[in-house]
T-cell receptor, first 114, second 112 residues
C-alpha cells in the first residue's frame, strides 16, 4: 500500500552544486518527512512538512530546504553541496503529523557528491 | 533529544522466536515507539508501534516496559525473509516541532 515514489533513483553532483530531489506521496497524505541515510547508518530526520508548512526540523543547516505542493508532491533542495552530503535520501508520507501515525517510505534517491 | 540504543546485530534460527531489544531511557511521556525494518536497497518498512501498552499485529508483537524506558520487538517465528536491519524509533512533537529519532538499528541474521 506504500505508493510513495522518488526521483531520480541515482544522482551524481559536484561539490558546491545545488540539487533537487523529488517525492510523490501516497494520495491523501498531507504530511511528508525527509531523511538522510549515510552508508551503514540509520536514517537521520531532516524535516517534516504538513499542508505545505515546515512543522519540524532535525539538526541540518539551512542549506537543506524543502517544498510541499497541494498535489501530494514535495521537494528536497540542497545548496552548496559538500562531500558529506553523499547519502541515500528518503521521503516518507503519512496522513497526519502525529507521533502515532504510520509513515510510508519511498525507495530513496542515492546522491553521490564528488 | 531522546535517543534509542540497540545491539548492532543478532542472530536467530529459522522458525524460532526473536526478541529485539531497544533502550530509550530518555523517552518523553508523549513519544510514540515505532519499529521499522529495512532490506538492502529499499526504504524502511513499518512493523509496529505503540505508546504505553503492548501491541500485537500480524507481523510482530511489541512489549513496552512499564516505565517505558525500553521495549522489545518480538518476531514469533523468524523466517529467512525477516533478515533485515530493524530500527527502533521515537516520534513526537516537542517545543521545536515534530521530531523523529532513529536508532542505529539491529541487523538480524536468520539461519536456515
Amino acid at each position: 500500500e506504500t505508493g510513495v515514489t522518488q526521483s531520480p533513483t541515482h544522482l551524481i553532483k559536484t561539490r558546491g552544486q545545488q540539487v533537487t530531489l523529488r517525492c510523490s506521496s501516497q494520495s491523501g497524505h498531507n504530511t511528508v518527512s525527509w531523511y538522510q541515510q549515510a552508508l551503514g547508518q540509520g536514517p537521520q530526520f531532516i524535516f517534516q512538512y504538513y499542508r505545505e508548512e515546515e512543522n519540524g526540523r532535525g539538526n541540518f543547516p539551512p542549506r537543506f530546504s524543502g517544498l510541499q505542493f497541494p498535489n501530494y508532491s514535495s521537494e528536497l533542495n540542497v545548496n552548496a553541496l559538500e562531500l558529506d552530503d553523499s547519502a541515500l535520501y528518503l521521503c516518507a508520507s503519512s496522513s497526519l503529523p502525529w507521533g502515532g501515525e504510520t509513515q510510508y517510505f519511498g525507495p530513496g534517491t542515492r546522491l553521490l557528491v564528488l | 533529544d531522546a535517543k534509542t540504543t540497540q545491539p548492532n546485530s543478532m542472530e536467530s534460527n529459522e522458525e524460532e522466536p526473536v526478541h529485539l531489544p531497544c533502550n530509550h531511557s530518555t523517552i518523553s511521556g508523549t513519544d510514540y515507539i515505532h519499529w521499522y525494518r529495512q532490506l538492502p536497497s529499499q526504504g524502511p518498512e513499518y512493523v509496529i508501534h505503540g505508546l504505553t501498552s503492548n501491541v500485537n499485529n500480524r507481523m510482530a508483537s511489541l512489549a513496552i516496559a512499564e516505565d517505558r524506558k525500553s521495549s522489545t520487538l518480538i518476531l514469533h517465528r523468524a523466517t529467512l525473509r525477516d533478515a533485515a536491519v530493524y530500527y527502533c524509533i521515537l516520534r513526537d512533537v516537542d517545543t521545536g516541532g515534530f521530531k523523529t529519532i532513529f536508532g542505529a538499528g539491529t541487523r538480524l541474521f536468520v539461519k536456515a
